[in-house]
């Protein structure tokens, strides 16, 4: 009896296995494919972190980066590669569709990738290292920033076991070569004519995953794409420094207009959302505070240019700190960041000049007399209606006024207002029109 109970006890046990492994067969393999186009910049390399970590939590079978880029900043480019290596699901770096590019920081992410693979019809290269803004790279700091890209470079080529003296051939001269020449030089690892040949070809591949071994398993995977969401979409467009430096203006200008001129209500609204964007795009980049503060300072310095006369050196002042906070606005020491000259001066100008005339235009009317009200009244003439010896009544601007006049007027004499009281006019006589 005892030997029948075992052999009951064995064969649940090997029904229950039997149906533990099915289950783990049935459950789908999934590869998440993300499109990473543009330039490298922050609003990009925080939509593929969370493609990165989307794809970990889902425990995905790889990651899938379909990368199409002309480069762009050096800091983005370093947290993408980081991001990568440190990736407890394996990221595969497809240069695709046909036409599309790595160039210059898209190097760099290709080859911090466990595999990279290119389509037909696509290139690789160009990544010489430039400084975009106001500063210029003097020849040391140039090479510091050369020998820093090319010993970066080498180190993720090696780790993934590619040509790592092509890497630095294409950062130093800015090599760039085609697909095929890339995998014949083992800059790749593969070719696909698209993403289900690339599935196919991976499959049963042997790659390092966080420091340990892994293997691929994607044939027939189920493919589920990663979309840009509104906030990675907006953040990409804005996260250029020009373009954040653009709408910052846009809206110190919307929020001035709508200080001088209150009620007409658009202006504000335009610059708020514009200061908005602004700011939510400066949470990505390094934002020099003295540049901000500097600009701001200007902004003041504009308003009070209405509310003081200073015969233009409030202005002056203004213009000055504008130029000055522009040019400090994000830290120079971060490579590919800051401000256009060909965007700054024109900007700054058109920016001044603005300000300037809105305070010019508030300055006279200050100044000017008031047409409306009992205010209006001060000039206009009229005709005495009855005898003024002082008061009487005169006919002005077209109403019969109570009126006084410290000389006595005759009925039907010209008379001019020089004072208001409590609705009553004081008045004197007027010379007669010829």
Known sequence: MKFKYLIYLSIFILVGLGLWSAGLEAAPRRVFVLPAVGSINPGLAEFILDGIRTAEKEQAEALVIQLDTPGGLDSSMRQIAQAIINSKVPVIVYVSPRGARAASAGLLITMAAPVAAMAPGTNIGAAHPVSVGLGKVD????????????????????????????VEKGIRQSASIPAAEALRLKVVDLGAEDLDDLLKKVDGRKVMVAGK????????????????GLRTRILKHIADPNIAFILM?????????????????????????????A?????????????????????????LEFKITSYGLLSLGGVISLLLGSMMLFRQGEMGIGISWWVLIPTVLVVSGFFIAVAGIVFRMHFRRSMTGTAGMVGEKGVAHTALAPEGQVFVHGEYWHAVSEEPIAPGEPVEVVEVVNLKLKVRKAEKSQ
Not at 140 to 165: F, H, I, P, S, W
Not at 283 to 294: A, C, V
């Open 139 to 166: 020849k040391v700091m140039g090479q510091k920033m050369v020998n820093d890209m090319v010993a970066y470079g080498r180190a993720l080529a090696t780790e993934r076991g590619r040509n790592a003296d092509w």
């Open 213 to 228: 071994p892994l293997v691929l398993h994607t044939a027939g995977a189920t493919v589920r794409d990663i979309p840009e």
């Open 279 to 303: 700011f939510f795009a400066f949470q990505t980049l390094p934002i020099n505070f003295i540049g901000i503060l500097l600009i701001l300072l200007a902004f003041i310095l504009f308003i």
């Open 249 to 277: 203006m846009i809206g110190l200008a919307g929020l001035y207009f709508e200080l001088a001129h209150p009620g007409v209500v658009f202006p504000g609204v335009v610059g708020a959302l514009c200061l908005l964007l």
